[in-house]
């Protein structure tokens, strides 16, 4: 059963700080890995995607990358108040015969406070 | 704007009533496809997967009652019957797009069809 493991928080940061959110996978094998930005009420909405070991940089977003740790975070820089969401780690894994694997972790809340 | 549409956005229903959902993806991304449902306790939970509008996986899908279909690249569809109250939730659709060997590197997901079964 491939895993995807994120901190639930709430994690709580004032605005004007950077928010770290992170998360680790148990497939190694895992090829592609997405953050995901979620309102209440609303459907999940692509922030940035990476495959590659290192870090992935997207305006006020970092995305970093660590595949030997399984690990991969978001830095969110300067927080702003409309940054609060539940912020989702999804992972891609090729399970065979052209098939894909997209797991989620179960999301971690972030409150930017003003 | 390209985006993947979902219908109906809200759905009342009574057990045992057919529900049916469908979700039309980006034009273009029908190459990897999903349907999820999430729900406060579970997340989100993988139900079906399709490539090439063919279904890979629907090992997370009760069998019994679900059925999930793509008749044609610009349709997916969801089905549920007979619904129970357990079913209530979002269904999300997401559409991607793998260029050759390539694996998909834009997932987007549909607004969701907000479901009650009463």
């Known amino acids: 059963q491939k895993e995807v493991e994120q901190n639930s928080g709430p994690l709580s940061v004032p605005e004007g700080a950077i928010a770290s959110l992170n998360c680790t996978y148990s497939d190694r094998g895992s090829q592609s890995f997405f953050w995901y930005r979620q309102y209440s009420g609303k459907s999940p909405e692509l922030i940035m995607s990476i495959y590659s070991n290192g870090d992935k940089e997207d305006g006020r977003f970092t995305a970093q990358l660590n595949k030997a740790s399984q690990y991969v975070s978001l830095l969110i820089r300067d927080s702003q108040p409309s940054d609060s969401a539940t912020y989702l780690c999804a992972v891609l894994t090729a399970s065979g015969a052209g098939s894909y694997q997209l797991t989620f972790g179960k999301g971690t809340k972030l409150s930017v406070i003003p | 704007d390209a985006r993947v549409t979902q219908t109906p956005r809200h759905k009342v229903t009574e057990m045992g009533q057919e529900v049916t959902m469908r979700c039309q993806p980006i034009?273009?991304?029908?190459?990897v496809f999903w349907w999820y449902r999430q729900t406060m306790m579970q997340g989100l939970e993988l139900l079906a997967y399709f490539r090439n509008r063919a279904p890979l996986d629907d090992s997370g899908m009760p069998k019994d009652r679900f059925s999930a279909e793509m008749p044609d690249a610009t349709l997916a569809t969801l089905k549920i019957q007979p619904s129970e109250p357990r079913d209530s939730a979002v269904y999300f659709c997401a559409s991607g797009l793998v260029l050759g060997a390539l694996v998909p590197n834009t997932i987007y997901f549909g607004e969701g069809s907000w479901l009650t079964v009463v």
């Open positions: 034009l273009g991304h029908n190459t």
